[in-house]
């Protein structure tokens, strides 16, 4: 049986708070702060397989009194946050939005989030940034592990008991190896699957059945306590958003958090001391209800306030650890404590009766704010246009490869065939190239060819998942220096850091083609442009839009304006076409908006802006 341990308690508190830093405005000090929930899966895997174990062990498991304890700890909480999030979505957004909000709930009702939000988030899918529940994917991977694990480990106890601990390193090894097979070609899949997690919770299974022998000398532990906070930080420091994650890369943090749990078993290190003192303590009890509140406070919050300062981003740490504090003190605790009168049946078929009647609860509330708000049907038309699907128009899982593509799938004969009477033109990049092709087709006159990788900047020694690496080192490797092509059109979701690689990019094309020419980054908005409109139309304020224009794209655009031409690429002002005179256009000829997310154009809207460019561009005919 597992005993209780100060020191996991402020290992809790250490996963949840980089978690909640790394979505909620300090991720540029915790670029990889993700690794809390790592953290948390390891943590989790080791506490509750510890009293499985240990009840099997004692000859009095139970499933019911397992899951009664999951009804207590997971439900009550969580219930809160669902009836919370679609009063506040009936409150700030519009019907529509409340519709998804309410389809995003039951699929974690269900605790099949981690599916459906697999199977219905692609790329261009930027509803999914504004999802207030897209951080419960993790509780149902792990409500999905449990559903199996504990009558799996009390079958194999009985029943094959010394095959026990080689079958959880088998099946440890075979999903770590999944993972790092699956997240070089899907990388969302090994995120999301439980089956691609599973190998994380069984570190913490190996720890709590003992596989791993106790230190014999304290120095050792004391070592390895530090070898774990040393993992920890530098997966946090050193991973980001481009990583190729998880798999081997979320290896150390998970690693590292198996050191100090282990470090601990024996007796308090230094380290463990430390994370056992009062205050660590204290946000570690909370921090189930800090990973529950924190995003939808941050996601719904932001339609109040946008937080735009670390001063800001500061004060919403402390009103979320206030607001966790209150649920674990109302919510949780008072549904922790177990009456023994009450059988465990009971208490799981009342849980599952509440989840029920909050899922009704969910279904209903598109129908009652459709009915109170009565919004003009131009406005939600407007609001709609977020679900705009981009795929047909960009030719994605076959020119475009997008999350659940892989390279094999990149048609080369037909997305790169050339033409012999007429100028062979390659848009080479990520979804912002693509969002441009539509446009390009339309010039008389051009072949367009068409290598796109979501995520992908078309840049020297490039980095991400194997779609984007193996697809741009064909084009500039083997395809470009073998074939003549007459422009190689650059355009990408730049940042700053990108221009050593560009630049090396621009030199190395220069040998084999007549004309680079870089398209610079768009006007993008801080949330999708539709549903600004939406609003700006609803309260009659064209001013709005301005408020959430992103103006470090506009400081972007004028660094590249200046250096790109120095190295004897074209440099095409994507900004300054969309945004003359800096009034940026919202709308194309359709009366739709131009911008179908934060940035991406509709196939219209790149018409719209291939158009204006057109003077620009070294191989469009006047």
């Known amino acids: 049986m597992i005993r209780y341990r100060d020191d996991i308690d402020g290992l809790r508190a250490v996963a949840a708070l980089l978690v909640v830093a790394f979505h909620c405005g300090f991720a540029k000090f915790v670029p990889g702060g993700f690794v809390g929930v790592d953290i948390f899966l390891v943590i989790s895997g080791y506490l509750i397989t510890g009293i499985v174990h240990g009840e099997v062990q004692a000859g009095r498991f139970s499933l019911w009194h397992f899951y009664e304890r999951r009804v207590r700890r997971i439900f009550p909480a969580l219930i809160a946050v669902y009836v919370a999030v679609l009063l506040a979505s009936f409150a700030l957004l519009f019907p529509s939005e409340t519709a998804q909000q309410a389809k995003n709930a039951t699929a974690s009702i269900l605790f099949v989030s981690n599916v459906y939000f697999y199977l219905g988030t692609d790329y261009f899918d930027s509803a999914s940034r504004f999802n207030a529940l897209l951080h419960t994917w993790s509780i149902s991977v792990e409500e999905q592990y449990y559903l199996f694990f504990p009558p799996l480990l009390a079958l194999a106890y009985r029943r094959f008991r010394a095959g026990l601990k080689p079958l959880v390193a088998v099946v440890l090894v075979a999903s770590l190896a999944l993972a790092q097979g699956r997240v070089a070609d899907d990388a969302s899949a090994a995120f999301y699957l439980v089956q691609y997690r599973a190998w994380e919770l069984m570190i913490g299974a190996v720890l709590a059945l003992g596989m791993v022998p106790a230190a014999r000398h304290r120095g050792v532990a004391e070592l390895v306590a530090v070898i774990g906070v040393a993992l920890i930080v530098g997966s946090t420091l050193l991973l980001t958003r481009d990583s190729v994650f998880p798999g081997l890369a979320a290896a150390p943090a998970c690693i590292?958090?198996?050191?100090?749990?282990?470090?601990?078993?024996?007796?308090?290190?230094?380290?463990?001391?430390?994370?056992?003192?009062?205050?660590?303590?204290?946000?570690?009890?909370?921090?189930?209800?800090?990973?529950?509140?924190?995003?939808?406070?941050?996601?719904?919050?932001?339609?109040v306030r946008e937080i735009k300062s670390l001063a800001g981003s500061a004060a919403f740490l402390l009103l979320s650890l206030l607001v966790a504090a209150i649920s674990w003190r109302w919510i949780e605790q008072p549904f922790r404590r177990r009456d023994s009168a009450v059988p465990p049946r009971r208490v799981v078929l009342i849980g599952?009766?509440?989840?029920?009647?909050?899922?009704?609860?969910?279904?209903?509330?598109?129908?009652?704010?459709?009915?109170?708000?009565?919004?003009?049907?131009?406005?939600?038309?407007?609001?709609?246009?977020?679900?705009?699907?981009?795929?047909?128009?960009?030719?994605?899982?076959?020119?475009?490869?997008?999350?659940?593509?892989?390279?094999?799938?990149?048609?080369?004969?037909?997305?790169?065939?050339?033409?012999?009477?007429?100028?062979?033109?390659?848009?080479?990049?990520?979804?912002?190239?693509?969002?441009?092709?539509?446009?390009?087709?339309?010039?008389p006159g051009i072949n367009v060819l068409q290598a796109n990788a979501s995520g992908c900047r078309p840049v020297a020694d490039p980095v991400g998942e194997a779609r984007c690496t193996q697809l741009m080192r064909y084009v500039t490797d083997d395809f470009l220096p073998k074939h003549h092509v007459d422009t190689v059109i650059l355009s990408a979701l730049w940042r700053e850091d990108d221009w050593p690689a560009l630049q090396r990019q621009i030199a190395l094309l220069r040998q084999y083609v007549d004309q680079v020419v870089v398209f610079g980054p768009i006007a993008e908005y801080n949330r999708p442009l539709p549903r600004i409109l939406a609003e700006a139309l609803y309260r009659h304020d064209p001013a709005i839009v301005d408020r959430h224009r992103v103006t470090a794209r506009q400081r972007l655009d004028a660094m590249l304006a200046a250096r790109v031409p120095a190295t004897g690429a074209r440099y095409v002002s994507?900004?300054?076409?969309?945004?003359?005179?800096?009034?940026?256009?919202?709308?194309?000829?359709?009366?739709?908006?131009?911008?179908?997310?934060?940035?991406?154009?509709?196939?219209?809207?790149?018409?719209?802006?291939?158009?204006?460019m057109r003077p620009q561009l070294p191989f469009a005919t006047r």
């Open 256 to 303: 590292g958090a198996a050191c100090l749990i282990w470090s601990g078993i024996a007796g308090p290190t230094l380290v463990g001391r430390i994370l056992g003192l009062k205050p660590a303590r204290f946000v570690g009890r909370i921090s189930y209800s800090l990973y529950l509140w924190h995003w939808p406070l941050w996601v719904l919050g932001g339609q």
């Open 352 to 443: 599952v009766a509440a989840m029920l009647a909050t899922l009704a609860f969910v279904v209903a509330m598109p129908f009652a704010a459709r009915a109170y708000w009565q919004v003009p049907a131009a406005v939600e038309r407007v609001a709609q246009f977020v679900r705009y699907r981009a795929a047909p128009n960009s030719r994605a899982g076959q020119c475009f490869l997008t999350t659940h593509d892989r390279f094999a799938t990149f048609d080369r004969d037909h997305c790169l065939r050339l033409s012999r009477d007429r100028p062979n033109v390659l848009l080479l990049g990520d979804s912002h190239a693509a969002h441009f092709y539509r446009g390009l087709t339309a010039l």
């Open 574 to 612: 994507t900004y300054r076409a969309l945004c003359p005179a800096d009034r940026c256009t919202l709308w194309t000829d359709d009366g739709n908006p131009i911008q179908f997310d934060y940035g991406h154009l509709t196939a219209r809207g790149s018409r719209l802006m291939i158009e204006r």
